[in-house]
């Protein structure tokens, strides 16, 4: 009677399971704001996220219910906002990323102390309230009006997985810079500001010397992949995913141009929530040359062949993952063996080498953090083992020598033997 | 003069107890051997470097076994007056047993 119940719950759980992953909380500065963002949203709703569009202050935010979250992705389009309500605050957004979801956060140089204090979390320094990416230079000119803190920036990171691309247009951007800590692992520069552009506030005197933030050195969005690969983004600009930016015509160094806002949203958006450039590693397998079978452990200087199947989902899809710099690594303490995979084109990475003449416990170590891509750590136990007793070559010619050496003493211990036995 | 020292050593020599003197005989033989091995491990080279060691070490360690022998059974030797040849012969047969066994273990 119960058995048809459990098993429809579980049949349940696994529908529910499988359409995971796309579900969104959109949290902006007022609900009534939500048709500036229509073009954005419905982008993500093509790439087949479901968006739940919600103020910030909305008194029954929730992003967890009885310890299970209820969305996968979150985003933070509350430049001003100074808390939230409902049961939200900053450590469940951290909890929320440390369970592996994801954080698109756009602010703007109105930028409140809770959402600073957010990004720095992220390993984001945003600059001061108020600051604003000025550029003098090539200013450019949207609705007729010439405007120094529009940026019409190009200056993408070179890695297409996050950007998609190449652009012809420029990405317009109005906000704040942010620096990123040069020896930040995890964080990438996607967007940095024009050569000729700096952060400032001009309600401020400057410093002297002008200490700016200036040209690569300011961040217009930066990316960051957390080590339990959940995405974070920080765009300096909630602007540039508004309908007014995504459908501009802007006049930049004396061209009119579209944007290229709105395939770069969408892509950014899409790697940032998982749909792009997660790499997925299976079948871990490795034996013998000229046997097929895994075998417990080698022997020294065996001859083998590693393998491992990498694909890449996009949209759902996966397909074959394509690079050379994929290693393995054959470790005891040390690498013995550090050596680039080679693949197929069909997804299958494989690697022949010989087993180091040392026995021990070995592991097999894929490690492969690629920029915008998910990390890949697998781990896998080999013991090693010396040659056995009666694997060793015998009676070979070349020994017989030796063989004839060990005999004769033996022959002369049993006449020496029999010498001091029967004389006096 | 060095014909003197020859003659002294020969003289000296001739008091050995014959026993004694077969088991110099024997001493000299394992050295032999030993070398021999050495030098055809050198033309050869240390391919089957196993049963090199193992042949080279059967007659160190028959050499260095006989040795002890020859002390324990030498009469003009005080020091082992306690042990009797016949007690010194058993010790050396069994240490021998197990000299060979492991010599032919490791001969692979």
């Known amino acids: 009677m119960t058995r048809p119940l459990l098993f429809g719950l579980a049949l349940l759980a696994i529908l529910s399971n499988a359409a995971a992953g796309k579900s969104v909380l959109m949290l902006l500065q007022n ?5 500036r963002f229509t073009s ?25 219910e009885y310890g299970t979250w209820l ?3 979150l985003i933070l389009f509350a430049p001003k906002a100074e808390g939230f309500g409902g049961s939200i605050d900053q450590q469940t957004i951290l909890d929320f990323v440390d369970s592996g979801h994801n954080v698109l956060l756009g602010v703007n140089s109105d930028v409140s102390e809770t959402m600073r204090s957010l990004a720095a979390e992220f390993g984001v320094d945003l600059d001061d309230r108020g600051t604003k990416v000025y550029d003098h230079f090539q200013s450019a000119t949207l609705d007729g009006k010439e405007d120094p803190t529009l940026i019409a920036a190009s200056d993408l990171v070179d890695a297409p997985v996050i950007v998609g691309g190449p652009y012809k247009e420029p990405i317009l951007f109005r906000g704040v810079a942010a620096v990123v800590s040069p020896d930040s692992e995890l964080a990438t520069v996607v967007l940095s500001a024009p050569a000729t552009a700096y952060s400032h506030d001009p309600k401020k005197s400057m410093l002297e010397p002008p200490s700016l933030m ?39 160094g004396g061209k009119s141009t579209a944007t290229a806002n709105k395939d770069f949203v969408n892509t950014l958006t899409r790697w940032t929530f998982q749909d792009r450039g997660v790499l997925v590693a299976s079948n871990m397998r490795h034996h013998l040359l000229g046997s097929e079978d895994q075998p417990w452990g080698y022997r020294v200087n065996d001859d083998v062949e590693f393998l491992v199947d990498v694909m890449e ?14 290693q393995v690594e054959f470790i005891m303490l040390n690498p013995y063996v550090r050596q680039p995979l080679a693949h197929d084109g069909a997804g299958t ?9 040392v026995y021990g416990v070995f592991k097999y170590v894929v490690d492969y953090s690629h920029r915008g891509y998910s990390y890949i750590k697998l781990t896998h136990q080999v013991p090693v083992r010396p040659f056995k007793h009666n694997e060793y070559e015998r009676f070979l010619v070349c020994a017989y020598p030796y063989y004839a050496s060990a005999l004769s003493m033996m022959a002369g211990f049993f006449v020496l033997g029999f010498y001091f036995l029967y004389t006096k | 003069m060095l014909a003197e020292i020859v003659k002294a050593f020969s003289d000296e020599y001739k008091k050995t107890p014959v026993r004694v003197k077969v088991l110099d005989a024997f001493l000299v033989y394992a050295l032999a051997t030993a070398a021999v091995q050495f030098a055809y491990m050198l033309l050869v080279g240390t391919f089957p470097f196993n049963a090199f060691l193992a042949g080279f070490l059967s007659c160190v360690g028959f050499f260095a076994l006989t040795v002890c022998l020859r002390m324990q059974v030498d009469p003009a030797n005080k020091e082992f007056s306690g042990i009797s040849p016949e007690r010194a012969f058993a010790d050396y047969c069994l240490a021998n047993l197990v000299l060979h066994l492991v010599v032919w273990n490791y001969m692979g």
Do not use: C, W
């Open chain 1, 71 to 73: 969305y996968d992705h």
């Open chain 1, 349 to 357: 990475f494989s690697l022949r080498f010989k087993v180091p003449d």
């Open chain 1, 214 to 252: 200036a040209g690569a050195a300011a961040s217009l969005i930066t990316a960051v992949q957390a080590r339990n690969n959940a995405r974070m983004v920080v765009s300096g600009s909630v602007e540039m995913f508004s309908n007014s930016f995504l459908a501009a015509t802007v006049t930049a």
């Open chain 1, 40 to 64: 954005f949203v419905d982008g993500l709703s093509a790439a087949g996220f479901t968006v739940d569009i919600k103020g910030y202050k909305d008194s029954g935010l929730k992003l967890r």
């Open chain 1, 31 to 35: 609900a009534n704001t939500a048709e």
């Open chain 1, 313 to 326: 989902v996009e949209g759902g899809e996966s397909k074959p993952y394509k690079a050379d710099d994929v």
